[in-house]
């Protein structure tokens, strides 16, 4: 097993141990998965769509995308649970992580398909994220916990930076060419933890994130041995990011994302 692979599943028991004791800040509670699910053999849930069995290989990682925190356990589907049940009874199974248009998907998992599109898994180029996992992308949540109640609202950045240590530890190991960070807080966060800098030093931050989103110059962190990491600061996904970036325009759907998208796919052509 190389160091890689070593230092990987180290920081696997490090996040499962993490929330063992529930934490609490104002209206949130998280906690672990438990034996939902099966539990969780990855640094997250969201691991399981794309990411999953990396220290097998240790690929290089084109796309890491980080979202805020995976949602309440009362948002687990039935049928759901049971894929990550039976991929946790065998990892090398080909059971999908998401089955596109089911009545459990949450609005962001379907938006992302499409968006992912735009960066060439669009079943030409390469498989759709619904269809395949990719070596070369890896989806994790910053904060790592699960929430006790409702799904979505009120997260505290304090309670986010609680996992910063382990996020910047899993940068260090997959060494991602590009960090697609969902939501200003999201961005605030991984920005923040990579660079030791506050995210409102940056030029622009200031003056709304939607103008930040299209208009910000280069940014980059160190990421193990990788000097250049990228990092994007775009809109959440969800119903309530999608309606904020399109706030101040007539679009209602996903063309102001799907147009921040492409410029990341063209940057990296």
Known sequence: MSKKSEDYMALVSEAQKRYEIPKTSGNITLTGLGNRCG???????????????????????????????????????????????????????????????????????????????????????????????????????????????????????????????????????????????????TFQCVYESLTEEKARNLDGFNGGYNKFIVNHSNITAKCGNRNNTKIYPLAHCGKIGTMNRNRGTDIKGLENQLHDWRKIAKQNQ
């Open 39 to 185: 539990g969780c053999q990855e640094i997250n849930l969201y691991t399981y769509w794309q990411g999953l069995g990396y220290e097998k290989n240790t690929p290089p990682i084109k796309y890491m995308l980080v979202g805020q925190d995976w949602g309440s356990l009362n948002g687990i589907g039935v049928e759901f649970e049971k894929r990550i049940k039976k991929i946790n009874q065998n990892i090398n199974c080909d059971e999908p992580y998401i089955i596109r248009g089911s009545k459990e998907n949450f609005p962001t998992d379907e938006n992302l398909i499409d968006l992912f599109s735009v960066l060439g898994y669009d079943g030409k180029q390469k498989e759709s994220i619904d269809k395949k996992r990719h070596e070369e992308l890896f989806f994790t949540n910053f904060c790592l916990g699960y929430r006790e109640k409702k799904s979505s609202g009120n997260m505290d950045k304090n309670l986010l930076e609680l996992d910063a240590d382990i996020f910047k530890k899993l940068c260090k190991i997959l060494e991602p060419e590009n960090i697609l960070c969902l939501g200003k807080i």
